[in-house]
């Protein structure tokens, strides 16, 4: 029959407990409303708490009373407005990049990127463990699509020494299941050498990272000129949606003029750009925001290394806890929201085989007693887990 598949690979899903599906939820920063139950929220991207800020909410809505809802075009008919041209101003001067297109998702924004630029007598390098939407993006353009193993620069080197007439190293800023760091310094070095250009996804270093929250490259001391395609989005750190790509004047025209996705889509809600460049004001404004974050980020590392927990080396907000096997996963899941927490299962194919982890990821509203909570019903949980016979680290041979 046609079409087979479609229930043949939700059963296998299902039967190697990879299933899947939405969850209902109301969230409000620091805790989530899930099945009646109010639990503490250790699972969101909303890192410094905006997405329910009061004052963010209000400009939304100002933005809503003065443009209405919808953009109403594309961005090249009528739908790119003033409140557009406004945030771009904004993000131009905060990020000291000369020229910014604006996109209705980081997913669009990378598929953009990625579709524009390579042809098929380029070379395409990127992180083993980028994102979803540029390993996908790359599977799809002709230029030759090589990965290198996670953060090796020797293994990078060897890549760029391969042919190619254009080639573009691609690297997230801040990893987004294992929230450890590129070396970027060394990667501009590299792509220095070889004559490559870098473009950085840095949807989980906006906000969280570097002085007024510029992100990972303004924090590792990164010239703007040196990493030529910037890319961020506003749906995490900044609390709202969208993503922006940023260059010189000639890539953001050169978007503008043949980026499909950029030119046949309708532009973002201009009531959206009002929210988006008011997130980036605040987070500037209100310089706790991150204070806290990364003050919560140290509070969760020293108790997770009294009890005895295993985490991985980050520094950011993503703070994994990798169990290996899907079924202990899930279960030390379900235990912890039995006991208030929320902590998302993350499994294969996000994650490579035998590395399904609790994704914990801390915000600034959460209190130092909402994390202490947290790492003990953690380790609790582990012990409870290996009682009932589930190693915590059943590595498979399939990465
Ligand atoms: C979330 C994410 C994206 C996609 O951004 P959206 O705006 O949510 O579509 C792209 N890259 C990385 C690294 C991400 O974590």
């Known amino acids: 029959m046609a079409f087979d598949f479609i229930s043949a690979q939700l059963a296998e899903r299902k039967s190697q407990h990879l299933y899947r599906q939405t969850t209902a939820v109301q969230c409000q920063g620091r805790l989530i409303q899930y099945q009646q139950a109010s639990l503490l929220n250790f699972s969101g991207n909303d890192y410094l708490s905006l997405a329910q800020a009061p004052e963010l909410v209000t400009a939304w809505q100002q933005g809503l009373a003065q443009y209405g809802c919808g953009s109403g075009a594309s961005a090249l008919v009528t ?38 630029l390579l042809g098929k007598q380029d070379l395409l390098i990127q992180d083993k463990l980028n994102h979803a939407s540029l390993i996908e993006a790359g599977q799809y353009v ?12 020797s293994h990078l080197e060897q890549r760029l020494s ?35 250009w870098l473009m950085v996804d840095d949807a989980h270093g906006i906000g969280v990272l570097g002085p007024h929250g510029q992100g990972s490259l303004a924090q590792q001391g990164i010239h ?133 982890r609790l994704r914990v990821t801390l915000c600034s509203a959460h209190t130092t007693a909402d994390i202490h909570a947290l790492v003990t019903a953690l380790a609790q949980g582990l012990a409870g887990n290996a009682d009932a ?4 680290r059943e590595f498979s041979n399939e990465q």
Request: hydrophobic residues 40%; aromatic residues 8%; glycine residues 8%.
């Open 79 to 116: 739908g790119y407005s003033d409140a557009h041209y406004a945030l771009e101003q904004t993000i131009k001067e905060w990020l000291n990049v000369p020229a910014v297109a604006l996109f209705n998702s980081g997913y669009s924004a990378n598929q953009a990127v990625l579709k524009l």
């Open 142 to 153: 002709a230029a030759n699509m090589v990965r290198f193993r996670h953060n090796d620069m």
């Open 162 to 196: 391969q042919g190619g007439e254009n080639k573009l190293v691609i690297s997230e800023g801040v990893f987004s299941m294992d929230g450890d760091q590129a070396p970027l310094a060394e990667i501009v070095r590299l792509t220095r050498q070889y004559q490559a």
């Open 224 to 356: 703007p000129q040196d990493c030529h395609i910037h890319m961020a989005t506003f749906g995490k750190a900044l609390g709202v949606a969208g993503a922006m790509v940023a260059g010189t004047v000639d890539l953001v025209d050169y978007i503008t003029n043949f980026s499909k996705p950029y030119i046949y889509t309708t532009a973002m809600p201009p009531a959206q750009a009002v929210a988006i460049k008011a997130s980036i004001e605040l987070l500037q404004q209100q310089p706790w925001r991150q204070q806290k974050l990364l003050q919560n980020i140290a509070t969760f590392k020293q108790a997770a290394q009294q009890e005895g927990i295993e985490i991985a080396p980050s520094e950011t907000a993503i703070q994994p806890v990798i169990i290996g096997g899907n079924n202990a996963t899930l279960a030390l899941a379900q235990r912890l929201r039995e006991q208030g927490f929320y902590c998302t299962a993350i499994r294969p194919p996000t994650v490579p085989p035998g590395s399904a």
């Open 389 to 392: 016979g589930m190693t915590n």
